[in-house]
C-alpha cells in the first residue's frame, strides 16, 4: 500500500525518489497525481516525507486537483539554462533538476527514477544528471521488484473498489458479446451474419466491444484479445480483424480495460465455441476449467503464488501436455504461467512464475488473476479461462466479477442437424 | 520520413539503434512494427541495414504481422542467464542485449537508445549495460532532436492520408457534439439540460465525445479538452465533469484523438459560445480569428516556423496582450507557441517556440498545427482555434479536415428575451 513507501525506500536505501512524466497512463506518477492532464511533471518524495509536483503553468489548476502540495517547473529559468548549456536541452533539463533536487537538499545519497517516458530523451538528461551530481546514485529498479510495484502490490479497499467496478464493465460488455454473437443468423457454412446479411469478423465483434467499454466508462488503452482458431492457440494473438465468426472453433476472449485515463485495470478470459464443441477442444476446456476450480479450492493466504503454478503444470503434465515444468519455452500445451497482480499495471507483482521468489505471495491485499490455458495452435485450438481475485484482509478470497463458465454457447437461431 | 533513417543515423554518428518496449502507444516502435500485440520486444537496426524485430514466443503470429524480419528472444535463455547474475533481473537482461548487440556486430561504436517505457527498468537495465559494454557509447536523444523525431517529422502520403482520415472522424465528432448542444433545452438560469430533464455537465459531454470516438474508429489515449468558464482560460485544464454547460460563456474544445493502438494523431479545436456571446469574449475571439487567418495567409513553404509566432505575438501585443515575446511565462494573454507537428506522436517536430532552431521549418511533407489563443482566467474566458495542416510536396497548403469558424452556436429551443 501507498503508506509502506517510506519503509520500502528504507529497506531499499533510497533517500528520495523522483517520478518523471504525465499523469495518466503513468502508474507511478498515477498513483501520487490521481490522473488529470498533468504532463511532463516532475514529482519529488523525499523518504519519511509529503510528495511535491512540479507542474508547466498551462496544467496549474490539473496538477491542483491531485491534492498534493504543488509548485510551478517555470520558477525555473530553462531557456537561461538552454543558453548556460550552449543550446543543449537534455544538459538544460538535467541542470533544472539538479536545481529541484538541490532545492530539497538533495546532493548526495541515493535517489530511484521512476515512470512511463519515453526513454531516449529521460536517459539523455539522466546521464548529464549523474554526471552535474556526481555524489548522487542514481537507480532504476527492475519491473518486478521496484518498491512502487512492492507498495502497489497490496490494495487499499478504495482501489480494489475501483477494479471491481472495472470487474463489472468488463463482465458486462462480454455479456453483451455473448448475447449479439448467439442471436445472429448462421450461413449454412456456419458463418455467423450480421444484421445486414454479410458475414460477421473479428473487426466488427472488436469495434462493438470498444463501443460497448466507452458506453461504460472504460478505454483498453492494451487492446482486447478476440481470436479464434489458430489465433486462439497463440495466447497473445489479439485476433485478425478480417477472420470470420464460426461456429464450433474456440474463441478466446481476454478482456482487460480500465478507468479512462490510464487508471485500475481489470483482467478477465473466457473461451467460446459457438453453437457446439469439436469433442478434442471440449476435453481441453474440461481439463482447464478442472485445474481452475483445482488452483481456486487451493488458494491459501500467504502462500508463494507460484506454488499454484507448480500445481497447474504437474495437473497438465499428468494428462499429457508439455509445460514450463520440463520444457524450456513450449510453444504448446500451457506455455505461460498461472496469473499475476493487477492494479494501475495491468502486469504486476505478484507474479506466479516458477522462477518467482517466494515474496511474490497470496498477501492479504493482493488482486490477482487466475488464467490457466491450453494451447494447440497447429489444432487449430486455443483455451484460456481467467478471473480476478482479492486476497481480503480478513481472510476470504472474493471473486471480483462473477460470470459463467459456459463453453458451448447455444446459437439462438440455429440448431445442429 | 522513414528513407532519410540512415542519413540521420550517420550524420548523428550513431552506428545502430536499439528500440525497446511495445508496438502500441510507443512511436518509436510503431513506426517499424505498425502497432500490434507486441510488448517487451527489442528492435535492432544498424546503418544502412534492415531491421530486426526480437518478439516473445506468445506475440510470434502478431511480430510476423509487421513484415519485418523476425527473431524469438526465447533463443536466448534468460533463466540460465539470471542464475550468472545471481538473480538480478536488470542484469540478465542486459546480458541478453549484450549477446543481442554481438550477434550483430556491436562491439563497439555509438548506439541509440529508444521507446516509450517504463523508465526505471530500462534505465537499470542499460546502467549495467554500459558496464558490460565499456566499447559501446549508449545514447539518448532529445525529444526535440531525435533521429526519430527528424524523420518522423516530413510524411508519406500514406501517413498524411491516415492523418486526413483521423481529421474527418474528430470533424464529425465535433459536428455531432455541436448538434447536441445545440438541440438541448435550456433551464432559466441558462443551463442546458438534458433529456431527462437534469442539467447537462461537462462529464455527460465528454462520454458522448468517447462513445463517438469509439464508434467511428478512433481512440483519445491523451483525453479531450472540454473547459467552460475558467477552465477555458487555462489552455491545459480539460474541464470539470461536474460543471454544467451554460449559455453565453467560451467552451474551449480541444480533440486529440488517434487511431485504436497509439497509431497516427489528428489535433483540432474550436471555441464556442452558446445562445450569445459575452463582448469581451467575442472581441478575443474576433482577434484569435483574425490572427489565425493571417497566420495561414502568410504560411510559406520552408519558412522557419518560429516566424509565425513571432507575427501572433506581435498582433496580440498590438491589441494590447501580453505574450512570450516580452513577458517570461504569462499566466494570460497568449501564453503559448502557436503549434507543433502531428504524427504518431500528438506533438512532435517541427516546433514553433520562439527558442525553436530554424530547422523547425514548414518544410514539404510536414504536417502542423496552427492554433492561436487568447486566455483570461480570472475573467473566466478563454478562446482558441485550432487546424491541422500538411505542407504538401507540390507547394500547396492543404487543410487536412474542413469544419466551420462560428463561435456563437444558436441554440435550436432558445431566443434571447
Redesign the interface.
Known amino acids: 500500500m501507498k503508506s509502506d513507501l517510506d519503509t520500502l525506500m528504507q529497506v531499499g536505501k533510497l533517500d528520495a525518489i523522483v517520478v518523471?512524466?504525465d499523469a495518466?497512463?503513468n502508474?507511478?506518477m498515477y498513483y501520487f497525481v490521481g490522473g488529470?492532464?498533468v504532463?511532463g511533471a516532475v514529482l519529488i518524495k523525499k523518504r519519511d516525507q509529503a510528495p511535491v509536483l512540479f507542474y508547466?503553468?498551462?496544467?496549474?489548476?490539473?496538477a491542483a486537483k491531485s491534492g498534493l502540495d504543488t509548485r510551478s517547473l517555470?520558477q525555473f529559468?530553462l531557456?537561461e539554462l538552454?543558453k548556460q548549456a550552449n543550446g543543449?536541452?537534455?544538459l538544460a533539463t538535467a541542470m533544472r533538476l539538479q536545481k529541484i533536487l538541490a532545492d530539497f537538499g538533495l546532493t548526495r545519497g541515493r535517489v530511484?527514477?521512476?515512470?512511463?517516458?519515453?526513454?531516449?530523451?529521460?536517459?539523455?538528461?539522466?546521464?548529464h544528471l549523474q554526471k552535474l551530481m556526481p555524489e548522487v546514485e542514481?537507480?532504476?529498479?527492475?519491473?518486478?521488484?521496484?518498491i512502487?510495484l512492492r507498495a502497489m502490490e497490496t490494495k487499499e479497499e478504495s482501489e480494489v473498489a475501483r477494479i471491481r467496478k472495472m470487474g463489472k464493465v468488463t463482465t458486462e460488455v462480454v455479456r453483451r458479446v455473448a448475447e449479439y454473437l448467439t442471436s445472429r443468423e448462421v450461413r449454412t457454412d456456419e458463418v455467423l451474419l450480421k444484421e445486414d446479411g454479410s458475414p460477421l469478423t473479428i473487426g466488427d465483434v472488436k469495434?462493438k466491444i470498444?463501443?460497448w467499454?466507452?458506453?461504460l466508462?472504460a478505454?483498453n488503452?492494451?487492446?482486447t484479445?478476440f481470436a479464434i482458431g489458430?489465433?486462439a492457440g497463440?495466447?497473445?494473438?489479439?485476433g485478425n480483424p478480417t477472420d470470420l465468426i464460426t461456429l464450433g472453433k474456440t474463441i478466446v476472449f481476454d478482456i482487460y480495460p480500465c478507468e479512462?485515463?490510464g487508471g485500475y485495470f481489470y483482467d478477465f478470459t473466457r473461451t467460446w465455441s459457438l453453437g457446439y464443441a469439436d469433442p478434442e477442444a471440449q476435453a481441453l476446456y474440461d481439463q482447464v476449467h478442472e485445474v481452475y476450480n483445482k488452483v481456486l479450492d487451493n488458494f491459501d493466504l500467504n502462500a508463494p503464488f507460484k506454488q499454484y503454478q507448480q500445481m497447474v503444470c504437474e495437473y497438465f503434465e499428468s494428462k499429457g501436455h508439455k509445460s514450463q515444468l520440463n520444457t524450456?519455452?513450449p510453444?504448446d500445451g500451457y506455455?505461460?504461467s498461472l496469473g499475476h497482480g493487477v492494479g494501475l499495471n495491468i502486469h504486476e507483482r505478484p507474479f506466479s512464475g516458477l522462477?518467482a521468489g517466494d515474496d511474490h505471495r497470496l498477501a492479504p491485499g493482493v488482486v490477482v488473476t487466475s488464467e490457466p490455458g491450453l494451447y494447440y495452435p497447429e489444432k487449430g485450438m486455443g483455451v484460456r479461462i481467467e478471473d480476478t481475485y482479492w486476497m481480503r484482509p480478513d481472510g476470504k478470497i472474493e471473486l471480483l466479477a462473477e460470470y459463467p463458465y459456459d463453453f458451448v454457447l447455444p446459437m439462438k437461431k440455429w440448431k445442429k442437424k
Chains 1, 2 share one sequence.
Open positions: 518523471l512524466g495518466e497512463h502508474p507511478p488529470g492532464h504532463t508547466n503553468d498551462m496544467e496549474r489548476d490539473e517555470n529559468d531557456e538552454r543543449d536541452m537534455l530511484g527514477v521512476y515512470g512511463h517516458t519515453e526513454f531516449s530523451s529521460t536517459f539523455g538528461m539522466m546521464l542514481f537507480i532504476g529498479e527492475s519491473g518486478m521488484d521496484s512502487f469495434s470498444n463501443l467499454l466507452s458506453e466508462g478505454e488503452p492494451e487492446g484479445i489458430r489465433d497463440v495466447p497473445h494473438s489479439a479512462p485515463g524450456k519455452a510453444l506455455v505461460h522462477q
